[in-house]
Every structure is written in C-alpha cells, then in structure tokens.
C-alpha cells in the first residue's frame, strides 16, 4: 500500500525559501506526484504535479529524484499568504490518500 | 476553470435527521470523491464514485451513502445524523489524466455540518 511521510509543522519567515520534503513508499510506477495547499475553511488546491526531476509553476517547484522514493516542494520568498496545510498524497487507481499534510506558519 | 459547487457553506441539523449534502462539477469529470475532515486527522475517504451509478467505499464509510444519478452530481447522505458526524465535508471531482493512474483533484469549498 503507498503511502507518504511528511513533517508536521514548519515555521519560516517572510522572504525565506522554504522546502517541503515528502517520502514515497511504495509508489507506483504509473503514479505521478502532486501537492496541495489548503486555507483554513476552504478545500484544498492543486499546487503543482510531476512525475521525475523538477517541474516548475508560477507558485512552486518540485523536485523528484530519479528514485522517485521522495520530493521536495520548493516555495521561493514566502509571504504570510503561504501559510496553510501543504499535502502530498499518495496516488492509487482513481483516488488520493490525504494524511495529516505540512503545517506551514510563516512569521513577520 | 473547474468548478466544483457544494449546496452549503454551513448547515446544523439535528441528530437523527437525514442530511443530504449536494456537490455539483461542471467540467465532465468522471470521478467523484466525499471526504470528511476533522482537526489532526488530515482528510478522509467516505466514498468516491468513477462513473455513472458506480460508487466504492473508502476509508470511513459507516453511517454513510452516496447517490451518482448524472455524470455532474454526486450525493452524500447521512441516513440519521448523529453528533459524531459533526465536521466538515469536502467534495472533489478529477478525470484520468493519460496513462497515469494519479490524477489531480478538484475541490469544492467545502459543507461545515453541525449535529447538535
């Protein structure tokens, strides 16, 4: 069964880059990996998704070794904006597991 | 953009009423999905539907139905509401993309139940 490890919490300030690392056990080779971000009292939304190396958005960068067995989101000068659960679910056939996700808290 | 509507941002009901929570997308996704969320337990699965009349269960599906009459509309129901059942409920829809078999869902706002 896959399943992900993030940390969490995190605490950053504004200006910092801040790096998310999730562990994938047992991924799947047909699996791509996506992260979410979610606001409180609001669902949770697509951030970016990759299936190897790095993928780049207007928000974020991923970055996925060739083991594909972790990846690390990349949020480049954070503000207090950013503050929010960050998740990184593993896939399986037509669903997402979403766990606890990363407690993101950037400071002034 | 895909949208995915919830028919409330708040309801309170008491305990053992039916309770029908509506979720509506309108970009023809095939796959459906309810979970509830509940503070440190991150989501969880209830049900999730890839098509038309098909439904399976997820992690939590007790005390729970679902209904998918039409492509755009999946239905959660709490037969009687109970206290425990008290959280907030998130819909998602998303469609296979290519081969993978990971695909990207797409939120609603979110139903904040309350059973008193």
């Known amino acids: 069964l896959a399943k992900t490890t993030q940390p969490i919490s995190m605490d950053s300030y504004e200006g910092q880059e801040v790096n998310i690392t999730c562990s994938h056990n047992?991924?799947?080779?047909?699996?791509?990996i996506t992260w979410y971000q979610q606001f409180p009292s609001q669902g949770p939304r697509f951030i970016i998704q990759?299936?190897?190396t790095k993928v780049t958005n207007e928000v974020a960068s991923l970055f996925i070794p060739a083991d594909r067995k972790s990846s690390t989101l990349s949020l480049p000068r954070v503000s207090l904006s950013d503050t929010a659960v960050y998740y990184c679910?593993?896939?399986?056939?037509?669903?997402?597991?979403f766990g606890a996700g990363t407690r993101l808290a950037v400071h002034p | 953009d895909v949208k995915v509507t919830q028919s409330s941002r708040y309801l309170v009901k008491r305990t053992g009423e039916k309770v029908f929570l509506e979720c509506v997308q309108d970009?023809?996704?095939?796959?459906m999905f309810w979970y509830r969320q509940d503070p440190g337990l991150g989501l969880r699965l209830i049900y999730f539907?890839?098509?038309?009349?098909?439904?399976e269960k997820g992690d939590i599906p007790e005390g729970y139905s679902v209904s998918r009459e039409k492509k755009e509309r999946f239905s959660l129901i709490l037969e009687s509401a109970s206290t425990n059942q008290t959280s907030m409920y998130l819909c998602?829809?998303?469609?296979?993309?290519?081969?993978?078999?990971?695909?990207?869902?797409?939120f609603g706002p979110g139903t904040r139940l309350t059973v008193l």
């Open positions: 047992n991924i799947a080779t047909n699996d791509y």
């Open positions: 970009m023809d996704h095939e796959n």
């Open positions: 679910p593993p896939g399986g056939y037509n669903k997402l597991i």
């Open positions: 990759g299936y190897k």
């Open positions: 998602a829809s998303s469609t296979p993309v290519g081969l993978a078999d990971t695909d990207t869902q797409y």
């Open positions: 539907s890839y098509d038309v009349k098909m439904k």
